[in-house]
């Protein structure tokens, strides 16, 4: 089945996989190599997200790491849109993304700088103005798995069936985001949001079960506890079983890698794709 988003009128395939750079405006990210707070760190970061092959900069201003503080609506947007003014001015035609669970948030972040893409890590369910704003601002939206908020949510990671009660979750919302009129959705399955570690391997299993929605598939796993709790190390010490598992990801039918290493998961990207070029 093919796949498209479309993005300001142009129509993005995936044929070959996307890679999606991180940039955390913020102080407290659980991997604290990935903190940009300055504008010259900023620029940086977008500017090695470009030329190692970053197809999308996501920009966010609030951690969504258990032990993160909550930020206001007032207090992630003085983080955030200083940011996405002077990257918009840098990187003109770059594809932006912005992370966040406030409505009105998305709406500046679009219409004052052309953002591109929504990320909204709480399926919203942190402000019920998300999906309205979405399907009013026409843009593609990211639409993640989660019980709670980031910090509370590793209190709900019980389910009567795990696989069943997940994708209800997103028959359930992409049905009123589609009544709503939205049809560039994109499916984050929340890798480490609400799930123990187990249940984030059996997801992983299961992946490619999420073609029955008909959407782009990003998966985020980039130096997540999934990783560094199974090894026993950090998430410094991650890179190789982040790669080893956005491999993982791109054979079951991942389209969107959200990444802190730009390069390595550009080269897993081509490696897969030459695999997959035979299994057709």
Not at 3 to 31: A, E, H, Q, R
């Amino acid at each position: 089945m093919k796949k498209y988003l479309n993005i300001k009128g142009s129509l993005i395939d995936f044929d070959s996989p996307l890679v999606m750079g991180i940039v955390n405006v913020t102080p407290d990210s659980f991997y604290s190599d990935s903190q940009q707070q300055t504008e010259e760190a900023v620029l940086s970061r977008c500017r090695q997200i470009l030329d190692e092959g970053g197809a999308i900069i996501d920009i966010g201003a609030q951690s969504t790491a258990p032990t993160s503080n909550f930020l206001s609506a007032e207090e992630e947007s003085a983080r955030l849109m200083p940011a996405l003014e002077v990257v918009r001015k840098e990187f003109p035609s770059a594809v932006l993304s912005v992370d966040t669970f406030y409505a009105e948030i998305a709406k500046r972040a679009v219409l004052d700088f052309g953002v591109d893409i929504i990320n909204d890590i709480s399926g919203g369910q942190i402000d019920e103005n998300m999906f309205p704003a979405v399907a009013e601002l026409n843009v593609p939206y990211i639409l993640t798995h989660i019980c709670g908020t980031p910090q509370t949510m590793q209190q709900f990671t019980h389910y009567d069936n795990f696989i069943s009660d997940f994708l209800y979750y997103f028959s359930e919302k992409i049905n009123r985001l589609n009544h709503l009129g939205v049809k560039d959705i994109i499916i984050d399955p929340g890798f480490g949001f609400s799930k123990t570690v187990e249940q984030n391997y059996e997801l992983m299993a299961y992946l490619k079960y999420l073609d029955i929605f008909e959407s782009p598939l990003l998966v985020g796993i980039s130096r997540k506890s999934m990783i560094y709790k199974c090894l026993g190390t950090t998430p410094e010490e991650s890179l190789n079983g982040t790669t080893a598992l956005n491999a993982a990801a791109l054979l079951s039918g991942a389209d969107i890698l959200r990444v802190h290493d730009v390069k390595e998961a550009v080269e897993c990207v081509r490696i897969v794709t030459k695999i997959n070029q035979f299994d057709k």
